[in-house]
């Protein structure tokens, strides 16, 4: 089992930036892909960006490609996310999520663990 604790969110003007931190705990060393989502309100989870364990192949959703990053750090057991030039349409829940296996996927259903999500809100 794999716990996982999101930090970083908050209130931030259109074309600011934030970082998002996902630290786990638990079993952590296990062969595991992870993957940053979000939720608005009203709208299904949606996929945002995923990195394999060993940090060579991140993916990103075509809405967040070219302002978002995403990195891991297995020594500190934490995932980030580098949000720059935020819409107000980036405004949600923003979860991270793990599987016991090397390759992403781009469906939630597809992962094994959770964190409760940030909140980042997007003004403008």
């Known amino acids: 089992q794999v716990q996982l604790v999101e930090s970083g969110g908050g209130l931030v003007q259109a074309g600011g930036s934030l970082r998002l931190s996902c630290a786990a705990s638990?079993?952590?060393?296990?062969?595991?892909?992870m993957a940053w989502f979000r939720q608005a309100p009203g709208k299904e989870r949606e996929f945002v960006a995923a990195?394999?364990?060993?940090?060579?192949?991140?993916h990103y959703a075509d809405s967040v490609k070219g302002r978002f990053t995403t990195s891991r750090d297995n020594a500190k057991n934490t995932m980030y996310l580098q949000m720059n030039s935020l819409t107000p349409e980036d405004t949600a829940v923003y979860y991270c999520?793990?599987?016991?296996?090397?390759?992403?996927?781009?469906?939630?259903?597809?992962?094994?663990?959770w964190g409760q999500g940030t909140q980042v809100t997007v003004s403008s």
């Open positions: 638990g079993r952590t060393n296990s062969n595991y892909a």
């Open positions: 990195i394999t364990r060993s940090g060579s192949s991140m």
């Open positions: 999520a793990a599987r016991d296996t090397i390759v992403v996927v781009v469906m939630a259903s597809g992962y094994d663990y």
